[in-house]
């Protein structure tokens, strides 16, 4: 250490004087204090603080995941950390709950002295949603202008520069599709996989018909249904259908980022496999918990403003609800539970694989 140690004071520390001396009421400068503006701009400065950490942990992870080849060693870390980041999310969901304690009357009393401003205004929460992957074709518009206007010319470039780079999403499709064993000796995972789906869907399809506890009409629509199911296979096994849907913006993962995610999610108990699967759980979970602050925040902006029109000049809630029902990021992982087998539909991995996804040290004989 370069530096001798100095002490330091708490205070000095946290340079509390100038977070505790960052609560300016815009409703005492004009000299009609508003009680409820101190929570107010509190609630939003936490928000804020969260903000920060969750794009430092986030920041690190990316870090970890643009290196080419990520360390096996790293993706343990990448769990911990963003396991923090969906500790922090549920705080900030849990949060609402306090802002909703102001009445939409005590927000009224100083409302008016807050134009302009708005949560659209969140430069944090934009980097947040560009570095997850959120892409500017993909946001729901407000106005003719675009949604980084808002903001000094300094940071829209920081934005440009962040959305040109990779994002998580396609951090986590290139480290997917490097993904090894979807082909392992003889071993093709995906015609396996068909196999198994096909042999799936003729069990079933043979219990319809040998059930004798419903009517021939149930048993026709069962078949229908599972008809459905089937063609909703299909589209994973076949590489062009699957290549449609991205281009029609339906899909974000390549064919070959979503198998391995598929190979991941279905031989989860392998222990090599374990860790990749808890990091896509947490990246699901990340997904989920913006979604639930989306839906929330949209919720007590209807309870506070009802159909008034935001601050931002959005319409309010209807384009809040929207956005959370647009802006999700991860879709494709989610989307990987309609793929799932039972496990005792599984194709058994060949010894030598099944060998390779264990610790080397397992004592367990197969
Ligand atoms: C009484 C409390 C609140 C009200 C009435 C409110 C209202 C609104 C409205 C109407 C919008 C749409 C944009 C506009 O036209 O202004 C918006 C957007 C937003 N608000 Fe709030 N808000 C409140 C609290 C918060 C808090 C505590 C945060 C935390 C940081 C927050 C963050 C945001 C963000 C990030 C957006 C942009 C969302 C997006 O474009 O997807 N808001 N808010």
Redesign the pocket.
Known sequence: MDKELSSIHYDQYLQLQKILDAQKLRSEEFKEPAHDEML?II??QV??LW?KEILHDLGSVMDLFSEGAVEEADIGIAISRLDRVVKIQKILVD??DI?ET?TPLD?LDFRNYLLPA???Q?FQ?RQL?VSLGLKRDNRIS?TQCA?SGVFSQKEQDILDALESGDSMLELVEKWLERTPFLQFDNFDFIEEYKGAVENMLISEEEAIHSADYITDHEKNLRIRMLGETSSYFNSIFDKKSHEDNLEKGKLKLSYKATISALLINLYRDEPLLRQPFMFLQKLIDIDELLTTW?NR?AQ??LR??GQK?????????D??KT?AEK?RIFYDLHNISTLLIPRSALPKLPAELKKKLNFTFSLREE
């Open positions: 107010f609630v939003h928000y804020e903000f949060q609402i802002i102001m927000f708005s949560g659209f969140s929460f949603e407000y949604y989306r925040h007590m902006v506070t403003l029109i935001g601050t931002g000049g959005s319409s309010g809630y384009y809040l956005t802006h």
